[in-house]
């Protein structure tokens, strides 16, 4: 049987079956090393840019701005506590934030950086709108610097005004911004920061400008202050007084925008007139031997330069006083001079600096009576013309400012102010053969007379003959114990003086005719403190007894007479107990008065540098006893 076909319609192509997608290669491990390899390149020379960027900009390590230790000087303080000199390389005092008044931050805060506690230590804004400013300008006429950003200036950078620094400012402030607090910063700020006229720091400027510690400061002043930083010589209130005022009531407008002080307040402040700091060298010119005293010897007890150390040294001086002693001996020396040689007292007076170093000089001691705290102290006419103290540095012959302390070892060996002792001629064998012959000033002799009467008298042979009694020895060592220093003359010329002192010494050793006995060495300095409040020394006032007290209340009354009716009746006149010697070197070239009070003892001198005659007449009771008394006159 055949099939048929069956029938199809037209032919097809046949299809193929559908193909499988191509399968991905997996990417080759070379690959992927390579692409990990190119990104840690990449990371890399991106780091090493920037580590290349900040090696070549160099800055310095900021570890240094929180060990914040800078240069300080150091003050000088009188009785009071008040600055007589500040003494330094660089003109700062360091002081904790605690004990600056809480206005005084907020004022510069308000002047310099009002967005200081809200920014990392760069303000942005601030930074924009200088731009903008300067653009504006031509020139850099704003510099959008932060506190903290001055701060990184002024510790770690030069001053030079460059895009460069701008940009290690801007880094070094961000660092030093998360490296210290805000208080941290504005301590460093305050303390650091260069105010004008030599003044680094709050206080230093509160010195200058007021002569003011920064805690006694009125809102008016710190807000002067606080305008300086931006321009300190440009708004100086002593040179600029108008600019100065101007810059204030700046400051004062932003306290109040800033909510620091009231608008009524800042209006008040404004209104109050400035009592600048005199600026004249007269305080250091009155104090200066003081001064330069003071300084010697701080620095060879602690070892140390007062230049950088930054301590507080306080004095025992009496501000009023020493003005007093340096006018006293000024008019004294004039009126010598006047006396002595004719001239006008306006001729005399002359300030030139040539004529003041042909004048004679002047000297005036003034200690507390029994403590030797010395209350003035002026060793020349004027320190800047000659810085040569002549109360310590110069040993002049004491004349007969020396012979209480003849009187004083005869008292203590048996004699009496009523001792009867023979006033006539006598000659005295010296070395060589030589016959010496004492003469009396008055060139008289009284014959038999008291003690009393010989010493009110100042009889020079008297002094001679009980020196003989006595014994030189005994003398010497009574003056020694009296804080007079070696060399003393050892021989019978020491009864009329011919010995070398300095003022400060012999004024020193009349302490026990005033003090029952009591020596107590004459002291500058009280005490010494450290930038912290330590105390480093404390001179407390000590005593020792070097005669009788019977023998001192004897003396003191033969010491009243020289004043009441003897050589010294120039220096009378003041009320209560009062009494002292005169003293006169050969030719008159030495014009000496030690006296006393009850509450004070006070040595005169004058004489010239060229150990010269000071003239005819000038003898102790005429040139020396009356500046004694112009002085003690203003003590009472």
Same mark, same amino acid.
């Given at each position: ?284 010119? %009155?104090? $200066?031997?003081?001064? /330069? ?5 701080? *620095?060879?007890?602690?070892?140390? !330069? #007062?230049?950088? +150390? ?120 010296? %070395?060589? $053969?030589?016959?010496? /012959? ?5 060139? *008289?002799?009284?014959?038999?007379? !008291? #003690?009393?009467? +010989? ?182």
């Amino acid at each position: 049987m055949v099939l048929s076909k069956q029938k199809t319609g037209p032919s097809q192509p046949e299809k193929s079956p559908p193909r499988p997608a191509p399968r991905q290669k997996p990417l080759n491990e070379k690959h992927i090393n390579a692409f990990l390899f190119g990104i840690c390149l990449l990371i890399t020379l991106f780091l090493g840019s920037l580590l290349f960027a900040f090696k070549a900009l160099d800055l310095p390590d900021i570890s240094s701005v929180s060990r914040y230790n800078p240069l300080q000087a150091s003050e000088i303080l009188d009785r009071h506590g008040k600055v007589i000199e500040r003494i330094f390389i660089e003109n700062r005092t360091v002081l904790p934030l605690a004990k600056m008044p809480p206005l005084l931050s907020k004022a510069f805060v308000a002047a310099e950086d009002g967005r200081f506690y809200d920014h990392p230590g760069l303000d942005f804004w601030s930074v924009c709108r200088a731009v903008v400013n300067n653009t504006m300008a031509g020139r850099r006429s704003q510099g959008g610097s932060t506190i903290t950003q001055q701060v990184a200036r002024s510790l770690l950078l030069t001053p030079e005004k460059t895009y460069l620094r701008k940009l290690k400012e801007a880094i070094l402030a961000w660092r030093i911004d998360s490296l210290l607090s805000k208080d941290e910063i504005l301590y460093i700020y305050l303390n650091q920061i260069y105010l004008g006229g030599g003044a680094h720091g709050v206080e230093a400027a509160a010195q200058v400008y007021f002569a003011k510690h920064v805690q006694e400061l009125t809102l008016a002043e710190m807000a002067l202050l606080a305008g300086l930083p931006q321009a300190p010589s440009r708004y100086s209130p002593f040179d600029h007084l108008n600019l100065a005022r101007q810059r204030q009531r700046y400051v004062l407008n932003r306290m109040a925008e800033d909510g620091y002080v009231s608008a009524e307040a800042a209006r008040e402040a404004f209104a109050l007139p400035l009592q600048l700091k005199e600026q004249e060298n007269g305080a250091r010119e %009155n104090s $200066g031997y003081f001064v /330069q005293l003071v300084r010697k010897q701080a *620095e060879a007890d602690l070892g140390i !330069s #007062l230049n950088y +150390a930054g301590l507080r040294i306080f004095t025992t001086l009496d501000p009023e006083l020493q003005l007093a002693a340096t006018r006293a001996v000024r008019r004294g020396v004039i009126a010598s001079v006047v006396r002595s040689s004719g001239q006008s007292s306006k001729a005399a007076n002359d300030s030139n600096e040539k004529r003041q170093k042909e004048l004679p000089q002047g000297a005036l001691v003034s200690l507390e009576a029994c403590t030797g705290r010395v209350r003035a102290l002026v060793g020349g006419l004027d320190f800047r013309v000659s810085p040569f103290d002549r109360a310590t540095q110069g040993r002049r012959s004491a004349g007969s400012v020396f012979k209480p302390f003849i009187y004083a070892a005869a008292l203590e060996n048996g004699w009496r102010p009523q001792s009867m002792i023979l006033d006539a001629p006598i000659s005295i064998q010296g %070395n060589g $053969g030589k016959q010496w /012959q004492p003469k009396n000033f008055s060139g *008289e002799f009284q014959g038999a007379t !008291s #003690l009393a009467e +010989a010493l009110t008298h100042s009889l020079n042979v008297v002094a001679v003959r009980l020196l003989q009694k006595v014994g030189v020895g005994k003398v010497r060592a009574l003056a020694k114990a009296s804080g007079i220093s070696e060399p003393i003359t050892g021989d019978l010329s020491l009864a009329l003086g011919a010995t070398g002192v300095s003022l400060l010494e012999i004024t020193g050793a009349y302490g026990p005719f005033v003090c029952q006995g009591q020596f107590s060495p004459p002291v500058v300095i009280s005490s010494i403190e450290d930038g912290a409040g330590r105390i480093l020394r404390e001179n407390k006032p000590e005593s020792h007894r070097v005669l009788d007290a019977g023998v001192a209340q004897e003396m003191q009354g033969m010491l009243a007479a020289v004043i009441e009716k003897g050589t010294g009746k120039r220096a009378g006149g003041l009320p209560g107990l009062s009494g002292g010697k005169t003293g006169t070197s050969d030719t008159n070239r030495d014009a000496w008065f030690v006296g006393f009070t009850s509450k004070v003892i006070t040595g005169v001198w004058l004489g010239y540098d060229k150990n010269i005659s000071l003239g005819r007449d000038e003898t102790g009771g005429r040139a020396a006893a009356p500046i004694w008394l112009d002085f003690m006159q203003q003590v009472q």
